[in-house]
């Protein structure tokens, strides 16, 4: 799919990630993401937007792991998208998988259609919630909040929306000063809280980009490829020295 302008995408080195959680707990802090607690979790009523996948090989007593982020894909030919029957889920002139919180009625559609499970059910009423005062129900509570991002009602699904608050943010500063966007001038929450740099950010639609030169390096690989789901987000497959570990 071809866009005018911007095409946002994200790139990550699987190179790089040691599987901190910093990205995700970023994440949580931008986006005003509730902290559900053990028993939600066990109830497997996870929220975080982005999530540290693990994987094992070699021998139980010898193991190998792999660590991946993943997060909402912003797919070009999302699977999402067509089957919400209020259309509160679309897609942006600049590649984005939008959420329209205020018209989602929780049918959980786009969650059951979404093959890489990056959706989540807003279950409770997190905040102006008395069960709920370690978070956001008390005025000190509320100071936590991000005001530049929407805060979800109970019912909702929401996900990962390449901080869109953000890229709006350096659009209109660019804007106002009569220039244009830099390359890497926008930075996720995720992008921004890597200690390993493994998360980069950008407009495909620039050749000169980082991100599109990650996304043109042989080692670059899309998620579930087969599907068909064109992806905007890419990673670089982790590349082990079994030489060199065996010396």
């Given at each position: 799919?071809?866009?005018?302008?911007?095409?946002?995408?994200?790139?990550?080195?699987?190179?790089?990630?040691?599987?901190?959680?910093?990205?995700?707990?970023?994440?949580?802090?931008?986006?005003?993401?509730?902290?559900?607690?053990?028993?939600?979790?066990?109830?497997?009523?996870?929220?975080?937007?982005?999530?540290?996948?693990?994987?094992?090989?070699?021998?139980?007593?010898?193991?190998?792991?792999?660590?991946?982020?993943?997060?909402?894909?912003?797919?070009?030919?999302?699977?999402?998208?067509?089957?919400?029957?209020?259309?509160?889920?679309?897609?942006?002139?600049?590649?984005?998988?939008?959420?329209t919180y205020n018209r989602c009625i929780g049918t959980k559609y786009c969650i059951n259609n979404c093959p890489y499970k990056v959706r989540r059910f807003n279950w409770f009423?997190?905040?102006?919630?008395?069960?709920?005062?370690?978070?956001?129900?008390?005025?000190?509570?509320?100071?936590?909040?991000?005001?530049?991002?929407t805060v979800r009602e109970r019912g909702v699904v929401e996900k990962c929306s390449f901080c869109v608050q953000r890229i709006q943010e350096k659009k209109l500063q660019a804007?106002?000063?009569?220039?244009?966007?830099?390359?890497?001038?926008?930075?996720?929450?995720?992008?921004?809280?890597?200690?390993?740099?493994?998360?980069?950010?950008?407009?495909?639609?620039?050749?000169?980009?980082?991100?599109?030169?990650?996304?043109?390096?042989?080692?670059?690989?899309?998620?579930?490829?087969?599907?068909?789901?064109?992806?905007?987000?890419?990673?670089?497959?982790?590349?082990?020295?079994?030489?060199?570990?065996?010396?």
């Amino acid at each position: 799919m071809k866009y005018d302008g911007f095409h946002w995408g994200l790139a990550i080195d699987l190179n790089l990630c040691v599987g901190c959680n910093s990205c995700v707990i970023a994440c949580q802090a931008e986006n005003n993401i509730p902290v559900v607690g053990k028993e939600e979790v066990r109830r497997r009523r996870i929220m975080h937007w982005i999530k540290i996948d693990r994987y094992y090989s070699d021998t139980p007593d010898d193991p190998k792991v792999y660590f991946q982020p993943i997060t909402c894909q912003h797919c070009d030919n999302a699977p999402c998208e067509n089957v919400c029957p209020v259309s509160a889920t679309n897609h942006s002139s600049e590649g984005l998988n939008q959420m329209t919180y205020n018209r989602c009625i929780g049918t959980k559609y786009c969650i059951n259609n979404c093959p890489y499970k990056v959706r989540r059910f807003n279950w409770f009423r997190y905040t102006n919630n008395k069960a709920f005062d370690f978070n956001t129900a008390s005025d000190l509570g509320k100071m936590v909040l991000n005001p530049d991002v929407t805060v979800r009602e109970r019912g909702v699904v929401e996900k990962c929306s390449f901080c869109v608050q953000r890229i709006q943010e350096k659009k209109l500063q660019a804007k106002l000063e009569n220039r244009t966007l830099r390359d890497n001038e926008i930075k996720t929450a995720c992008m921004q809280a890597c200690p390993a740099g493994a998360i980069i950010f950008g407009n495909l639609n620039d050749r000169n980009s980082k991100v599109s030169g990650i996304f043109e390096n042989p080692r670059r690989y899309h998620l579930l490829e087969e599907l068909h789901t064109l992806p905007s987000v890419g990673y670089l497959t982790k590349v082990w020295n079994d030489e060199e570990s065996k010396s």
